[in-house]
Structure formats: C-alpha cells, structure tokens
C-alpha cells in the first residue's frame, strides 16, 4: 500500500535560481521515499469544499522538513533539508508571541462559539487546548529566564 503526502521540494536550477514547488511524495512501507511527481501540483476539487480539503492538506506541507532535489547516479533524488538554523535570541520572544496570539485566535474562533459554551464535554477539550498552549508560553519563558541566568 501506498502512503502519500504533499511535501515542500527545492530544486536548485542550472542558472542558479532555486524554485520551492509542492508536489506528491510517495512512500515505501519503511517510510522511505519511492518517488514523486515529476511536475508540481496545485489545488484542486470538483466542489468548493473538495479544494478547500486540498488547500489544507497543501498546508500541511509546510509542517515537514523541505526535500531538496538533487542529483544521484544520473537521476533525480531527494534528500532531507540538513540546514541547521541557529537559534537566536529573538527566536525565544517570537514564540512566546506566537503562543500567545495562538491563544487568543483559538479563543475567538473556538472559545467564544455558542456551542462550546453549552456542551461541557467540548468546553473541556477546548481548555485543555488552550491550557497547552499557555504551558508552552510558560515553558519558552522558562527558556529565557534560564539561558539570562547562566
């Protein structure tokens, strides 16, 4: 059986522009990659909420590591993107700012819903989601408090 996903692939061109495309990524059972397509793809759906479905699995693209297209023994391979990004002061405060606007976006679009407010059970789930995201505010934080002190 075949699994798939859409990926993020980088392909570095022969005039030395790179170029970021989503294609189809398809996977052995190992978890290795067996291939992909050739040309990217674009969204696509026969009802309005079929494309929608689409645009979302796109944007769990951006959730995986991007694949850089190279070559091997004359074909095409993809390979893991093996930067290592250095972590940097602002990078601690941005994710607190980012936790924090996360809160309140969940809270206006999910919290504050008439049906959260009526059903108990979803109510729980929902502070529970936000409880976790205000831990991770806290635990970043913590992060910054520990690495001043040093």
């Known amino acids: 059986m075949y699994m798939w996903n859409y990926r993020v692939i980088r392909k570095r061109h ?3 522009s790179v170029t970021f495309q989503i294609h189809e990524v398809y996977y052995r059972d190992d978890g290795g990659i067996e291939g992909w397509t050739e040309q990217p793809v674009t969204p696509t759906g026969e ?3 079929e494309l929608r479905e689409d645009v979302r699995h796109f944007s769990h693209a951006f959730r995986h590591p991007i694949l850089e297209e190279r070559g091997a023994d004359g ?3 993809l390979y893991s ?3 290592n990004d250095p972590i940097n002061d602002g990078h601690y405060f941005e994710l607190m ?3 924090s606007v996360a809160v309140d976006y969940i809270h206006q679009f999910l919290g504050s819903h008439p049906l959260m407010r009526k059903d108990s059970a979803l109510r729980g789930t ?3 989601a936000e409880e976790a995201l205000a831990e991770l505010y806290q ?3 913590r992060l ?3 690495k001043d002190s040093r």
Request: proline share 4%.
């Open 14 to 16: 022969a005039d030395n």
């Open 47 to 49: 009802e309005f909420a």
């Open 75 to 77: 074909r095409p391979t």
């Open 81 to 83: 993107d093996e930067t």
């Open 97 to 99: 700012d980012r936790a």
């Open 126 to 128: 929902y502070e529970k």
């Open 139 to 141: 635990q970043v934080g």
């Open 144 to 146: 910054v408090f520990d």
